[in-house]
Each structure stands twice: as C-alpha cells, then as structure tokens.
C-alpha cells in the first residue's frame, strides 16, 4: 500500500493515485536502492517521505525520471513539488506531475 507523500494518508487501492516524478542532483546515487521505496529525509518539511526509486530497466527511468513520489491529489502534489523544488542538494530540474494506475 502506498501513501502520499505529503499528507501521508494512505492511498487505496481503488483510489486515485499520481506521481511526482524526480531527477536527482549530480552526485546524488540510489542505484543500491533501485526498484524500492524508501524514507527520504526532506530538509524543508523536516521529515521523512516515501520516494519510489526506479529501476534501472524501468520505463521511467529511460524516460528521464529517477525516483517518483506517490500523491493523493492535485492539491499535494503541487504542494511537494513546491518542496522538492527547494531540495537543490537532492534534486535537479523541475518535477512532473503524472497520472499513475
């Protein structure tokens, strides 16, 4: 079961669910971690979230993307893009928001 990213509700399975999509800064490497969630600490919300590191041979990754945070809604997804945008130690470029199934 996922959870939101931000609100950190849980996200069932009949539910809808997005992403925030992620490409890390230079020198930042989760290879070791591929295809898992994992607790990332977000120094601007002090505390912890769930980040889906994509595989290797995944899709996403050969579209660009190197982690993807699960969000409930619109309305957190804008507010953790707002908060990884200010994580420029973790991450690069602007995230994207997506529809995930």
Request: some cysteine; hydrophobic content about 40%.
């Amino acid at each position: 079961m996922l959870h939101c990213a931000w609100c950190m509700k849980k996200i069932g399975e009949d539910k809808p669910c997005f992403g925030l999509s992620v490409k890390f800064a230079k020198g930042v490497d989760f290879n070791e971690k591929d295809g898992k969630i994992i607790s990332l600490y977000l120094a601007s919300r002090k505390t912890s979230v769930p980040l889906i590191v994509v595989g290797n041979d995944s899709e996403a990754k050969k579209s660009g993307q190197d982690g993807i945070f699960a969000i409930c809604s619109e309305k957190c997804g804008e507010k953790m893009r707002s908060a990884v945008a200010k994580e420029l130690e973790l991450f690069s470029g602007t995230p994207d928001f997506l529809a995930l199934k």
